[in-house]
């Protein structure tokens, strides 16, 4: 078993368009690095990645194969997907009428298919360059479900391999959003999966790669949790309007869906509350809030990217006297 004294993980939320906010912060993280002198990627700087639906697909890009391809260039094909991608995944409004979305999906996926395609070819986990712990769920079997790549001596013989493109779209199913993915691993055990975005349960993926830390580095002194995410818009409801409603307020999806805002946020904010409590955890926390904008997962207009351009710039200039701390921590 490899000993670390120290433990290093990088945690990304889900948030669909949003995952722009943590791409140009870990840019410009990359940036400063680079500018100190260390230019080791993150997938040998950091322990264990974990990320959950949007913050999956980012946690993929930057651990695939090959190892040639140096964090800043992985990281610009990632700021491309959001800025010009995301305007076929996710097709304006206005091509979706809105007894369509009450009874299928908003958008077929279909587009982001071709995208995970082109990005991760055909490598699979068994490929990836560092730990990873990707959270889905599973609605066959109503459990959680951990997409996973570990060190040999962790018993990873057992893990399931799957290809990446098809990790990348199980991940981002988010139910209304984009329809549920029944994919196989390799080589096929017949075993049937109906996998959905496992940001229903663990929008921010931080405990669970907590947990998943623990297992692979028992005898670590010190967890450092690096926990990115994709900005937050804490709406509130008046009783007066939550208290008339049936399946349709609870699911509606002009005004942000809120039953899976519920609970997302909830358990986001519940999860923060305990990582900064528990013993042997340094945690780690960026943010930004997104008061003033919509809520939407799948917004690609132009309009929202310069949005959540101008965000990503003040996040930055928020974490300024931080960042220092974050690089000697992690190349110490």
């Known amino acids: 078993m490899t000993t670390h004294s120290i433990v290093k993980i990088l945690s990304i939320d889900g948030g669909g368009v949003r995952g722009y906010i943590p791409c140009m912060f870990l840019k410009h993280l990359r940036l400063e690095l680079n500018e100190a002198g260390y230019t080791t990627p993150f997938y040998h700087m950091f322990d264990l990645f974990a990320g959950t639906s949007t913050g999956a697909l980012i946690a993929l890009m930057l651990s695939s194969p090959p190892d040639s391809i140096q964090d800043i260039h992985r990281l610009n094909l990632l700021l491309d997907l959001y800025e010009n991608d995301t305007k076929k995944i996710f097709p304006p409004r206005h091509s979706h009428p809105f007894n369509q979305q009450l009874i299928r999906p908003k958008h077929n996926g279909k587009a982001l298919k071709r995208v995970l395609r082109k990005y991760f070819k055909s490598y699979t986990l068994k490929d990836v360059l560092t730990n990873l712990i990707i959270p889905s769920f599973d609605m066959t079997s109503m459990s959680p479900f951990f997409f996973k790549h570990r060190p040999l001596y962790s018993g990873c013989q057992d893990d399931l391999n799957f290809f990446l493109k098809d990790v990348g779209l199980a991940a981002s199913a988010a139910p209304t959003f984009l329809p549920p993915v029944n994919i196989r691993p390799i080589p096929d055990n017949k075993q049937n999966y109906c996998f959905i975005d496992g940001g229903i349960y663990s929008n921010n993926p931080s405990l669970c790669a907590y947990i998943e830390a623990r297992k692979l580095y028992p005898n670590a002194k ?78 690609a207009s132009d309009r929202y990217l310069t949005f959540l351009k101008g965000k990503s710039a003040e996040m930055i200039l928020n974490y300024k006297n931080t960042i220092p701390k974050i690089i000697n921590l992690l190349t110490s």
């Open 222 to 299: 010190k967890y450092l949790v690096f926990s990115i995410g994709t900005g937050g818009i804490h709406r509130s409801f008046e009783c007066k309007k939550v208290k008339h409603w049936g399946i349709m307020g609870w699911m509606n999806p002009f005004d942000g869906v809120p039953l899976i805002t519920t609970i997302m946020y909830s358990q986001q904010e519940s999860i923060e509350h305990m990582l900064r409590y528990l013993p042997s955890i340094d945690f780690y926390r960026f943010d930004i809030s997104l008061q003033g904008s919509t809520n939407e997962l799948d917004d």
